[in-house]
């Protein structure tokens, strides 16, 4: 089942902080967060496994509440280059399917 | 090459053709996955391969579609009697990796395909 994504949309101006969440309603075994810029091949960002962990990569980090099925995704002082499409993707144990949510669009403006 | 190689990029062609469309993982990659991509509707999965075997084809949309690989590493992904709500961006993946999903995914470019 695909995961919800929250909000659909987003404009910052560089500088400011954003939020992204992703829920599912199944039992989630790992979560994983990509960015797509336009007419390009989605890029990896990070993954979290169950265990409530929270990573960084850069100003980048993200959160996983296994318990509540639900990730969020923090971009602090946004740049630029963070522009792009944010999806997050959920694997429940036992799967092979990365399911994807709709995606979540962050535009940053001078 | 370094990444993961789809061809063609772009591909034109008349309601009720067939096409192939073709995926070079990134070598050691055990794991693919095929994905399509249409405006506004996310990454939407298709089906996985561990080594030649897809122990998941649950996505893929009717029998129209089909896919195989061969020899652990490239996979083809043919659409029969193509309709028009088929055109979309239909993306491959590879992960060193498979069994359950904990790896990082390596996603191609994409072939674009339009049917007319």
């Known amino acids: 089942q695909q995961p919800v994504q929250s909000p659909q949309a987003v404009i910052l101006r560089e500088g400011e902080d954003a939020v992204i969440n992703c829920s599912s309603s199944k039992a989630l075994y790992s979560v994983h967060w990509y960015r797509q810029k336009h007419g390009e091949a989605p890029v990896f960002l990070m993954i979290l496994l169950k265990g409530g962990e929270q990573k960084g990569h850069e100003k980048i980090s993200a959160s996983f509440n296994e318990k509540k099925q639900q990730s969020s995704l923090y971009l602090t002082a946004s740049q630029l280059s963070y522009s792009g499409t944010y999806f997050c993707?959920?694997?429940?144990?036992?799967?092979?399917?990365?399911?994807f949510g709709k995606g979540t669009k962050l535009s940053v403006i001078p | 090459g370094a990444g993961v190689s789809q061809s063609p990029s772009n591909k034109v062609t008349e309601k009720g053709k067939d096409v192939e469309l073709r995926c070079d993982p990134i070598s050691g990659h055990t794991a693919l996955y095929w994905y399509r991509q249409s405006l506004g509707q996310g990454l939407e999965f298709l089906i996985y391969f561990q080594g030649n075997s897809a122990p998941d084809k649950s996505g893929l949309p009717s029998d129209r579609f089909s896919a195989e690989r061969t020899g652990g590493s490239v996979s083809t992904l043919t659409i029969q009697r193509t309709q028009q709500e088929d055109s979309a961006v239909y993306l491959c993946?590879?992960?060193?990796?498979?069994?359950?999903?904990?790896?990082?995914?390596?996603f191609g470019e994409g072939s674009r395909l339009t049917v007319l």
């Open positions: 993707g959920t694997a429940g144990a036992g799967s092979y399917q990365l399911t």
């Open positions: 993946a590879s992960c060193l990796a498979g069994g359950r999903v904990s790896g990082e995914l390596f």
